[in-house]
């Protein structure tokens, strides 16, 4: 059973050919943020992740951040530009498939889809349970 929110399928919209390798090989492209051809993807002004879901991953090690640097909380203006960097570095050492939770979204059919040419496969959400999954949404679309 899911938890309240939680869909059980997801969409990846592509070409013809390579929903052709996704289903005969079993396959997923992932691919490094800096070969995208929108060098606006994977910049990390104007995306919000779901606390929640960071929470989960993070609550220990801000536990012991906060026990180590009690007064970290009152500094972060401080830290922030390293941060920063350090997040931008960690996105470049990455690499990335995307999915929808919508599949007849006229935008993704237009980008992904090949220009509405291509397929829209469906995923059982549970195929992806043990990796660790961070929803994000992204201004504008």
Same mark, same amino acid.
């Given at each position: 059973?899911?938890? @309240?929110?939680?869909?059980?399928?997801?969409?990846?919209?592509?070409?013809?050919? $390579?929903?052709? &390798?996704?289903? $005969?090989?079993?396959?997923?492209?992932?691919?490094?943020?800096?070969?995208?051809?929108? @060098?606006? %993807?994977?910049?990390?002004?104007? #995306?919000?992740?779901?606390?929640?879901? #960071?929470?989960?991953?993070?609550?220990? %090690?801000? &536990?012991?951040?906060?026990?180590?640097? @009690?007064?970290?909380? %009152?500094?972060?203006?401080?830290?922030? @530009?390293?941060?920063?960097? $350090? #997040?931008?570095?960690?996105?470049?050492?990455?690499? #990335?498939?995307?999915?929808?939770?919508?599949?007849?979204? !006229?935008?993704?059919?237009?980008?992904?889809? %090949? $220009?509405?040419?291509?397929?829209?496969?469906?995923?059982?959400?549970?195929?992806?349970?043990?990796?660790?999954?961070?929803?994000?949404?992204? !201004?504008?679309?």
């Amino acid at each position: 059973m899911n938890k @309240p929110n939680e869909l059980d399928n997801i969409y990846k919209y592509t070409s013809l050919e $390579s929903g052709s &390798k996704i289903l $005969s090989g079993l396959t997923l492209k992932f691919t490094n943020p800096r070969d995208f051809n929108d @060098p606006f %993807d994977c910049n990390i002004d104007g #995306v919000y992740f779901d606390t929640a879901s #960071v929470d989960s991953y993070t609550a220990n %090690d801000l &536990k012991v951040l906060h026990n180590e640097f @009690p007064t970290l909380k %009152d500094n972060l203006h401080l830290i922030a @530009p390293a941060f920063e960097s $350090s #997040v931008k570095n960690k996105i470049q050492q990455c690499a #990335v498939t995307c999915f929808s939770l919508n599949a007849k979204s !006229e935008l993704m059919w237009a980008h992904y889809g %090949d $220009s509405h040419r291509g397929i829209c496969i469906e995923f059982n959400n549970s195929l992806f349970e043990q990796f660790h999954k961070i929803k994000i949404d992204v !201004e504008g679309t």
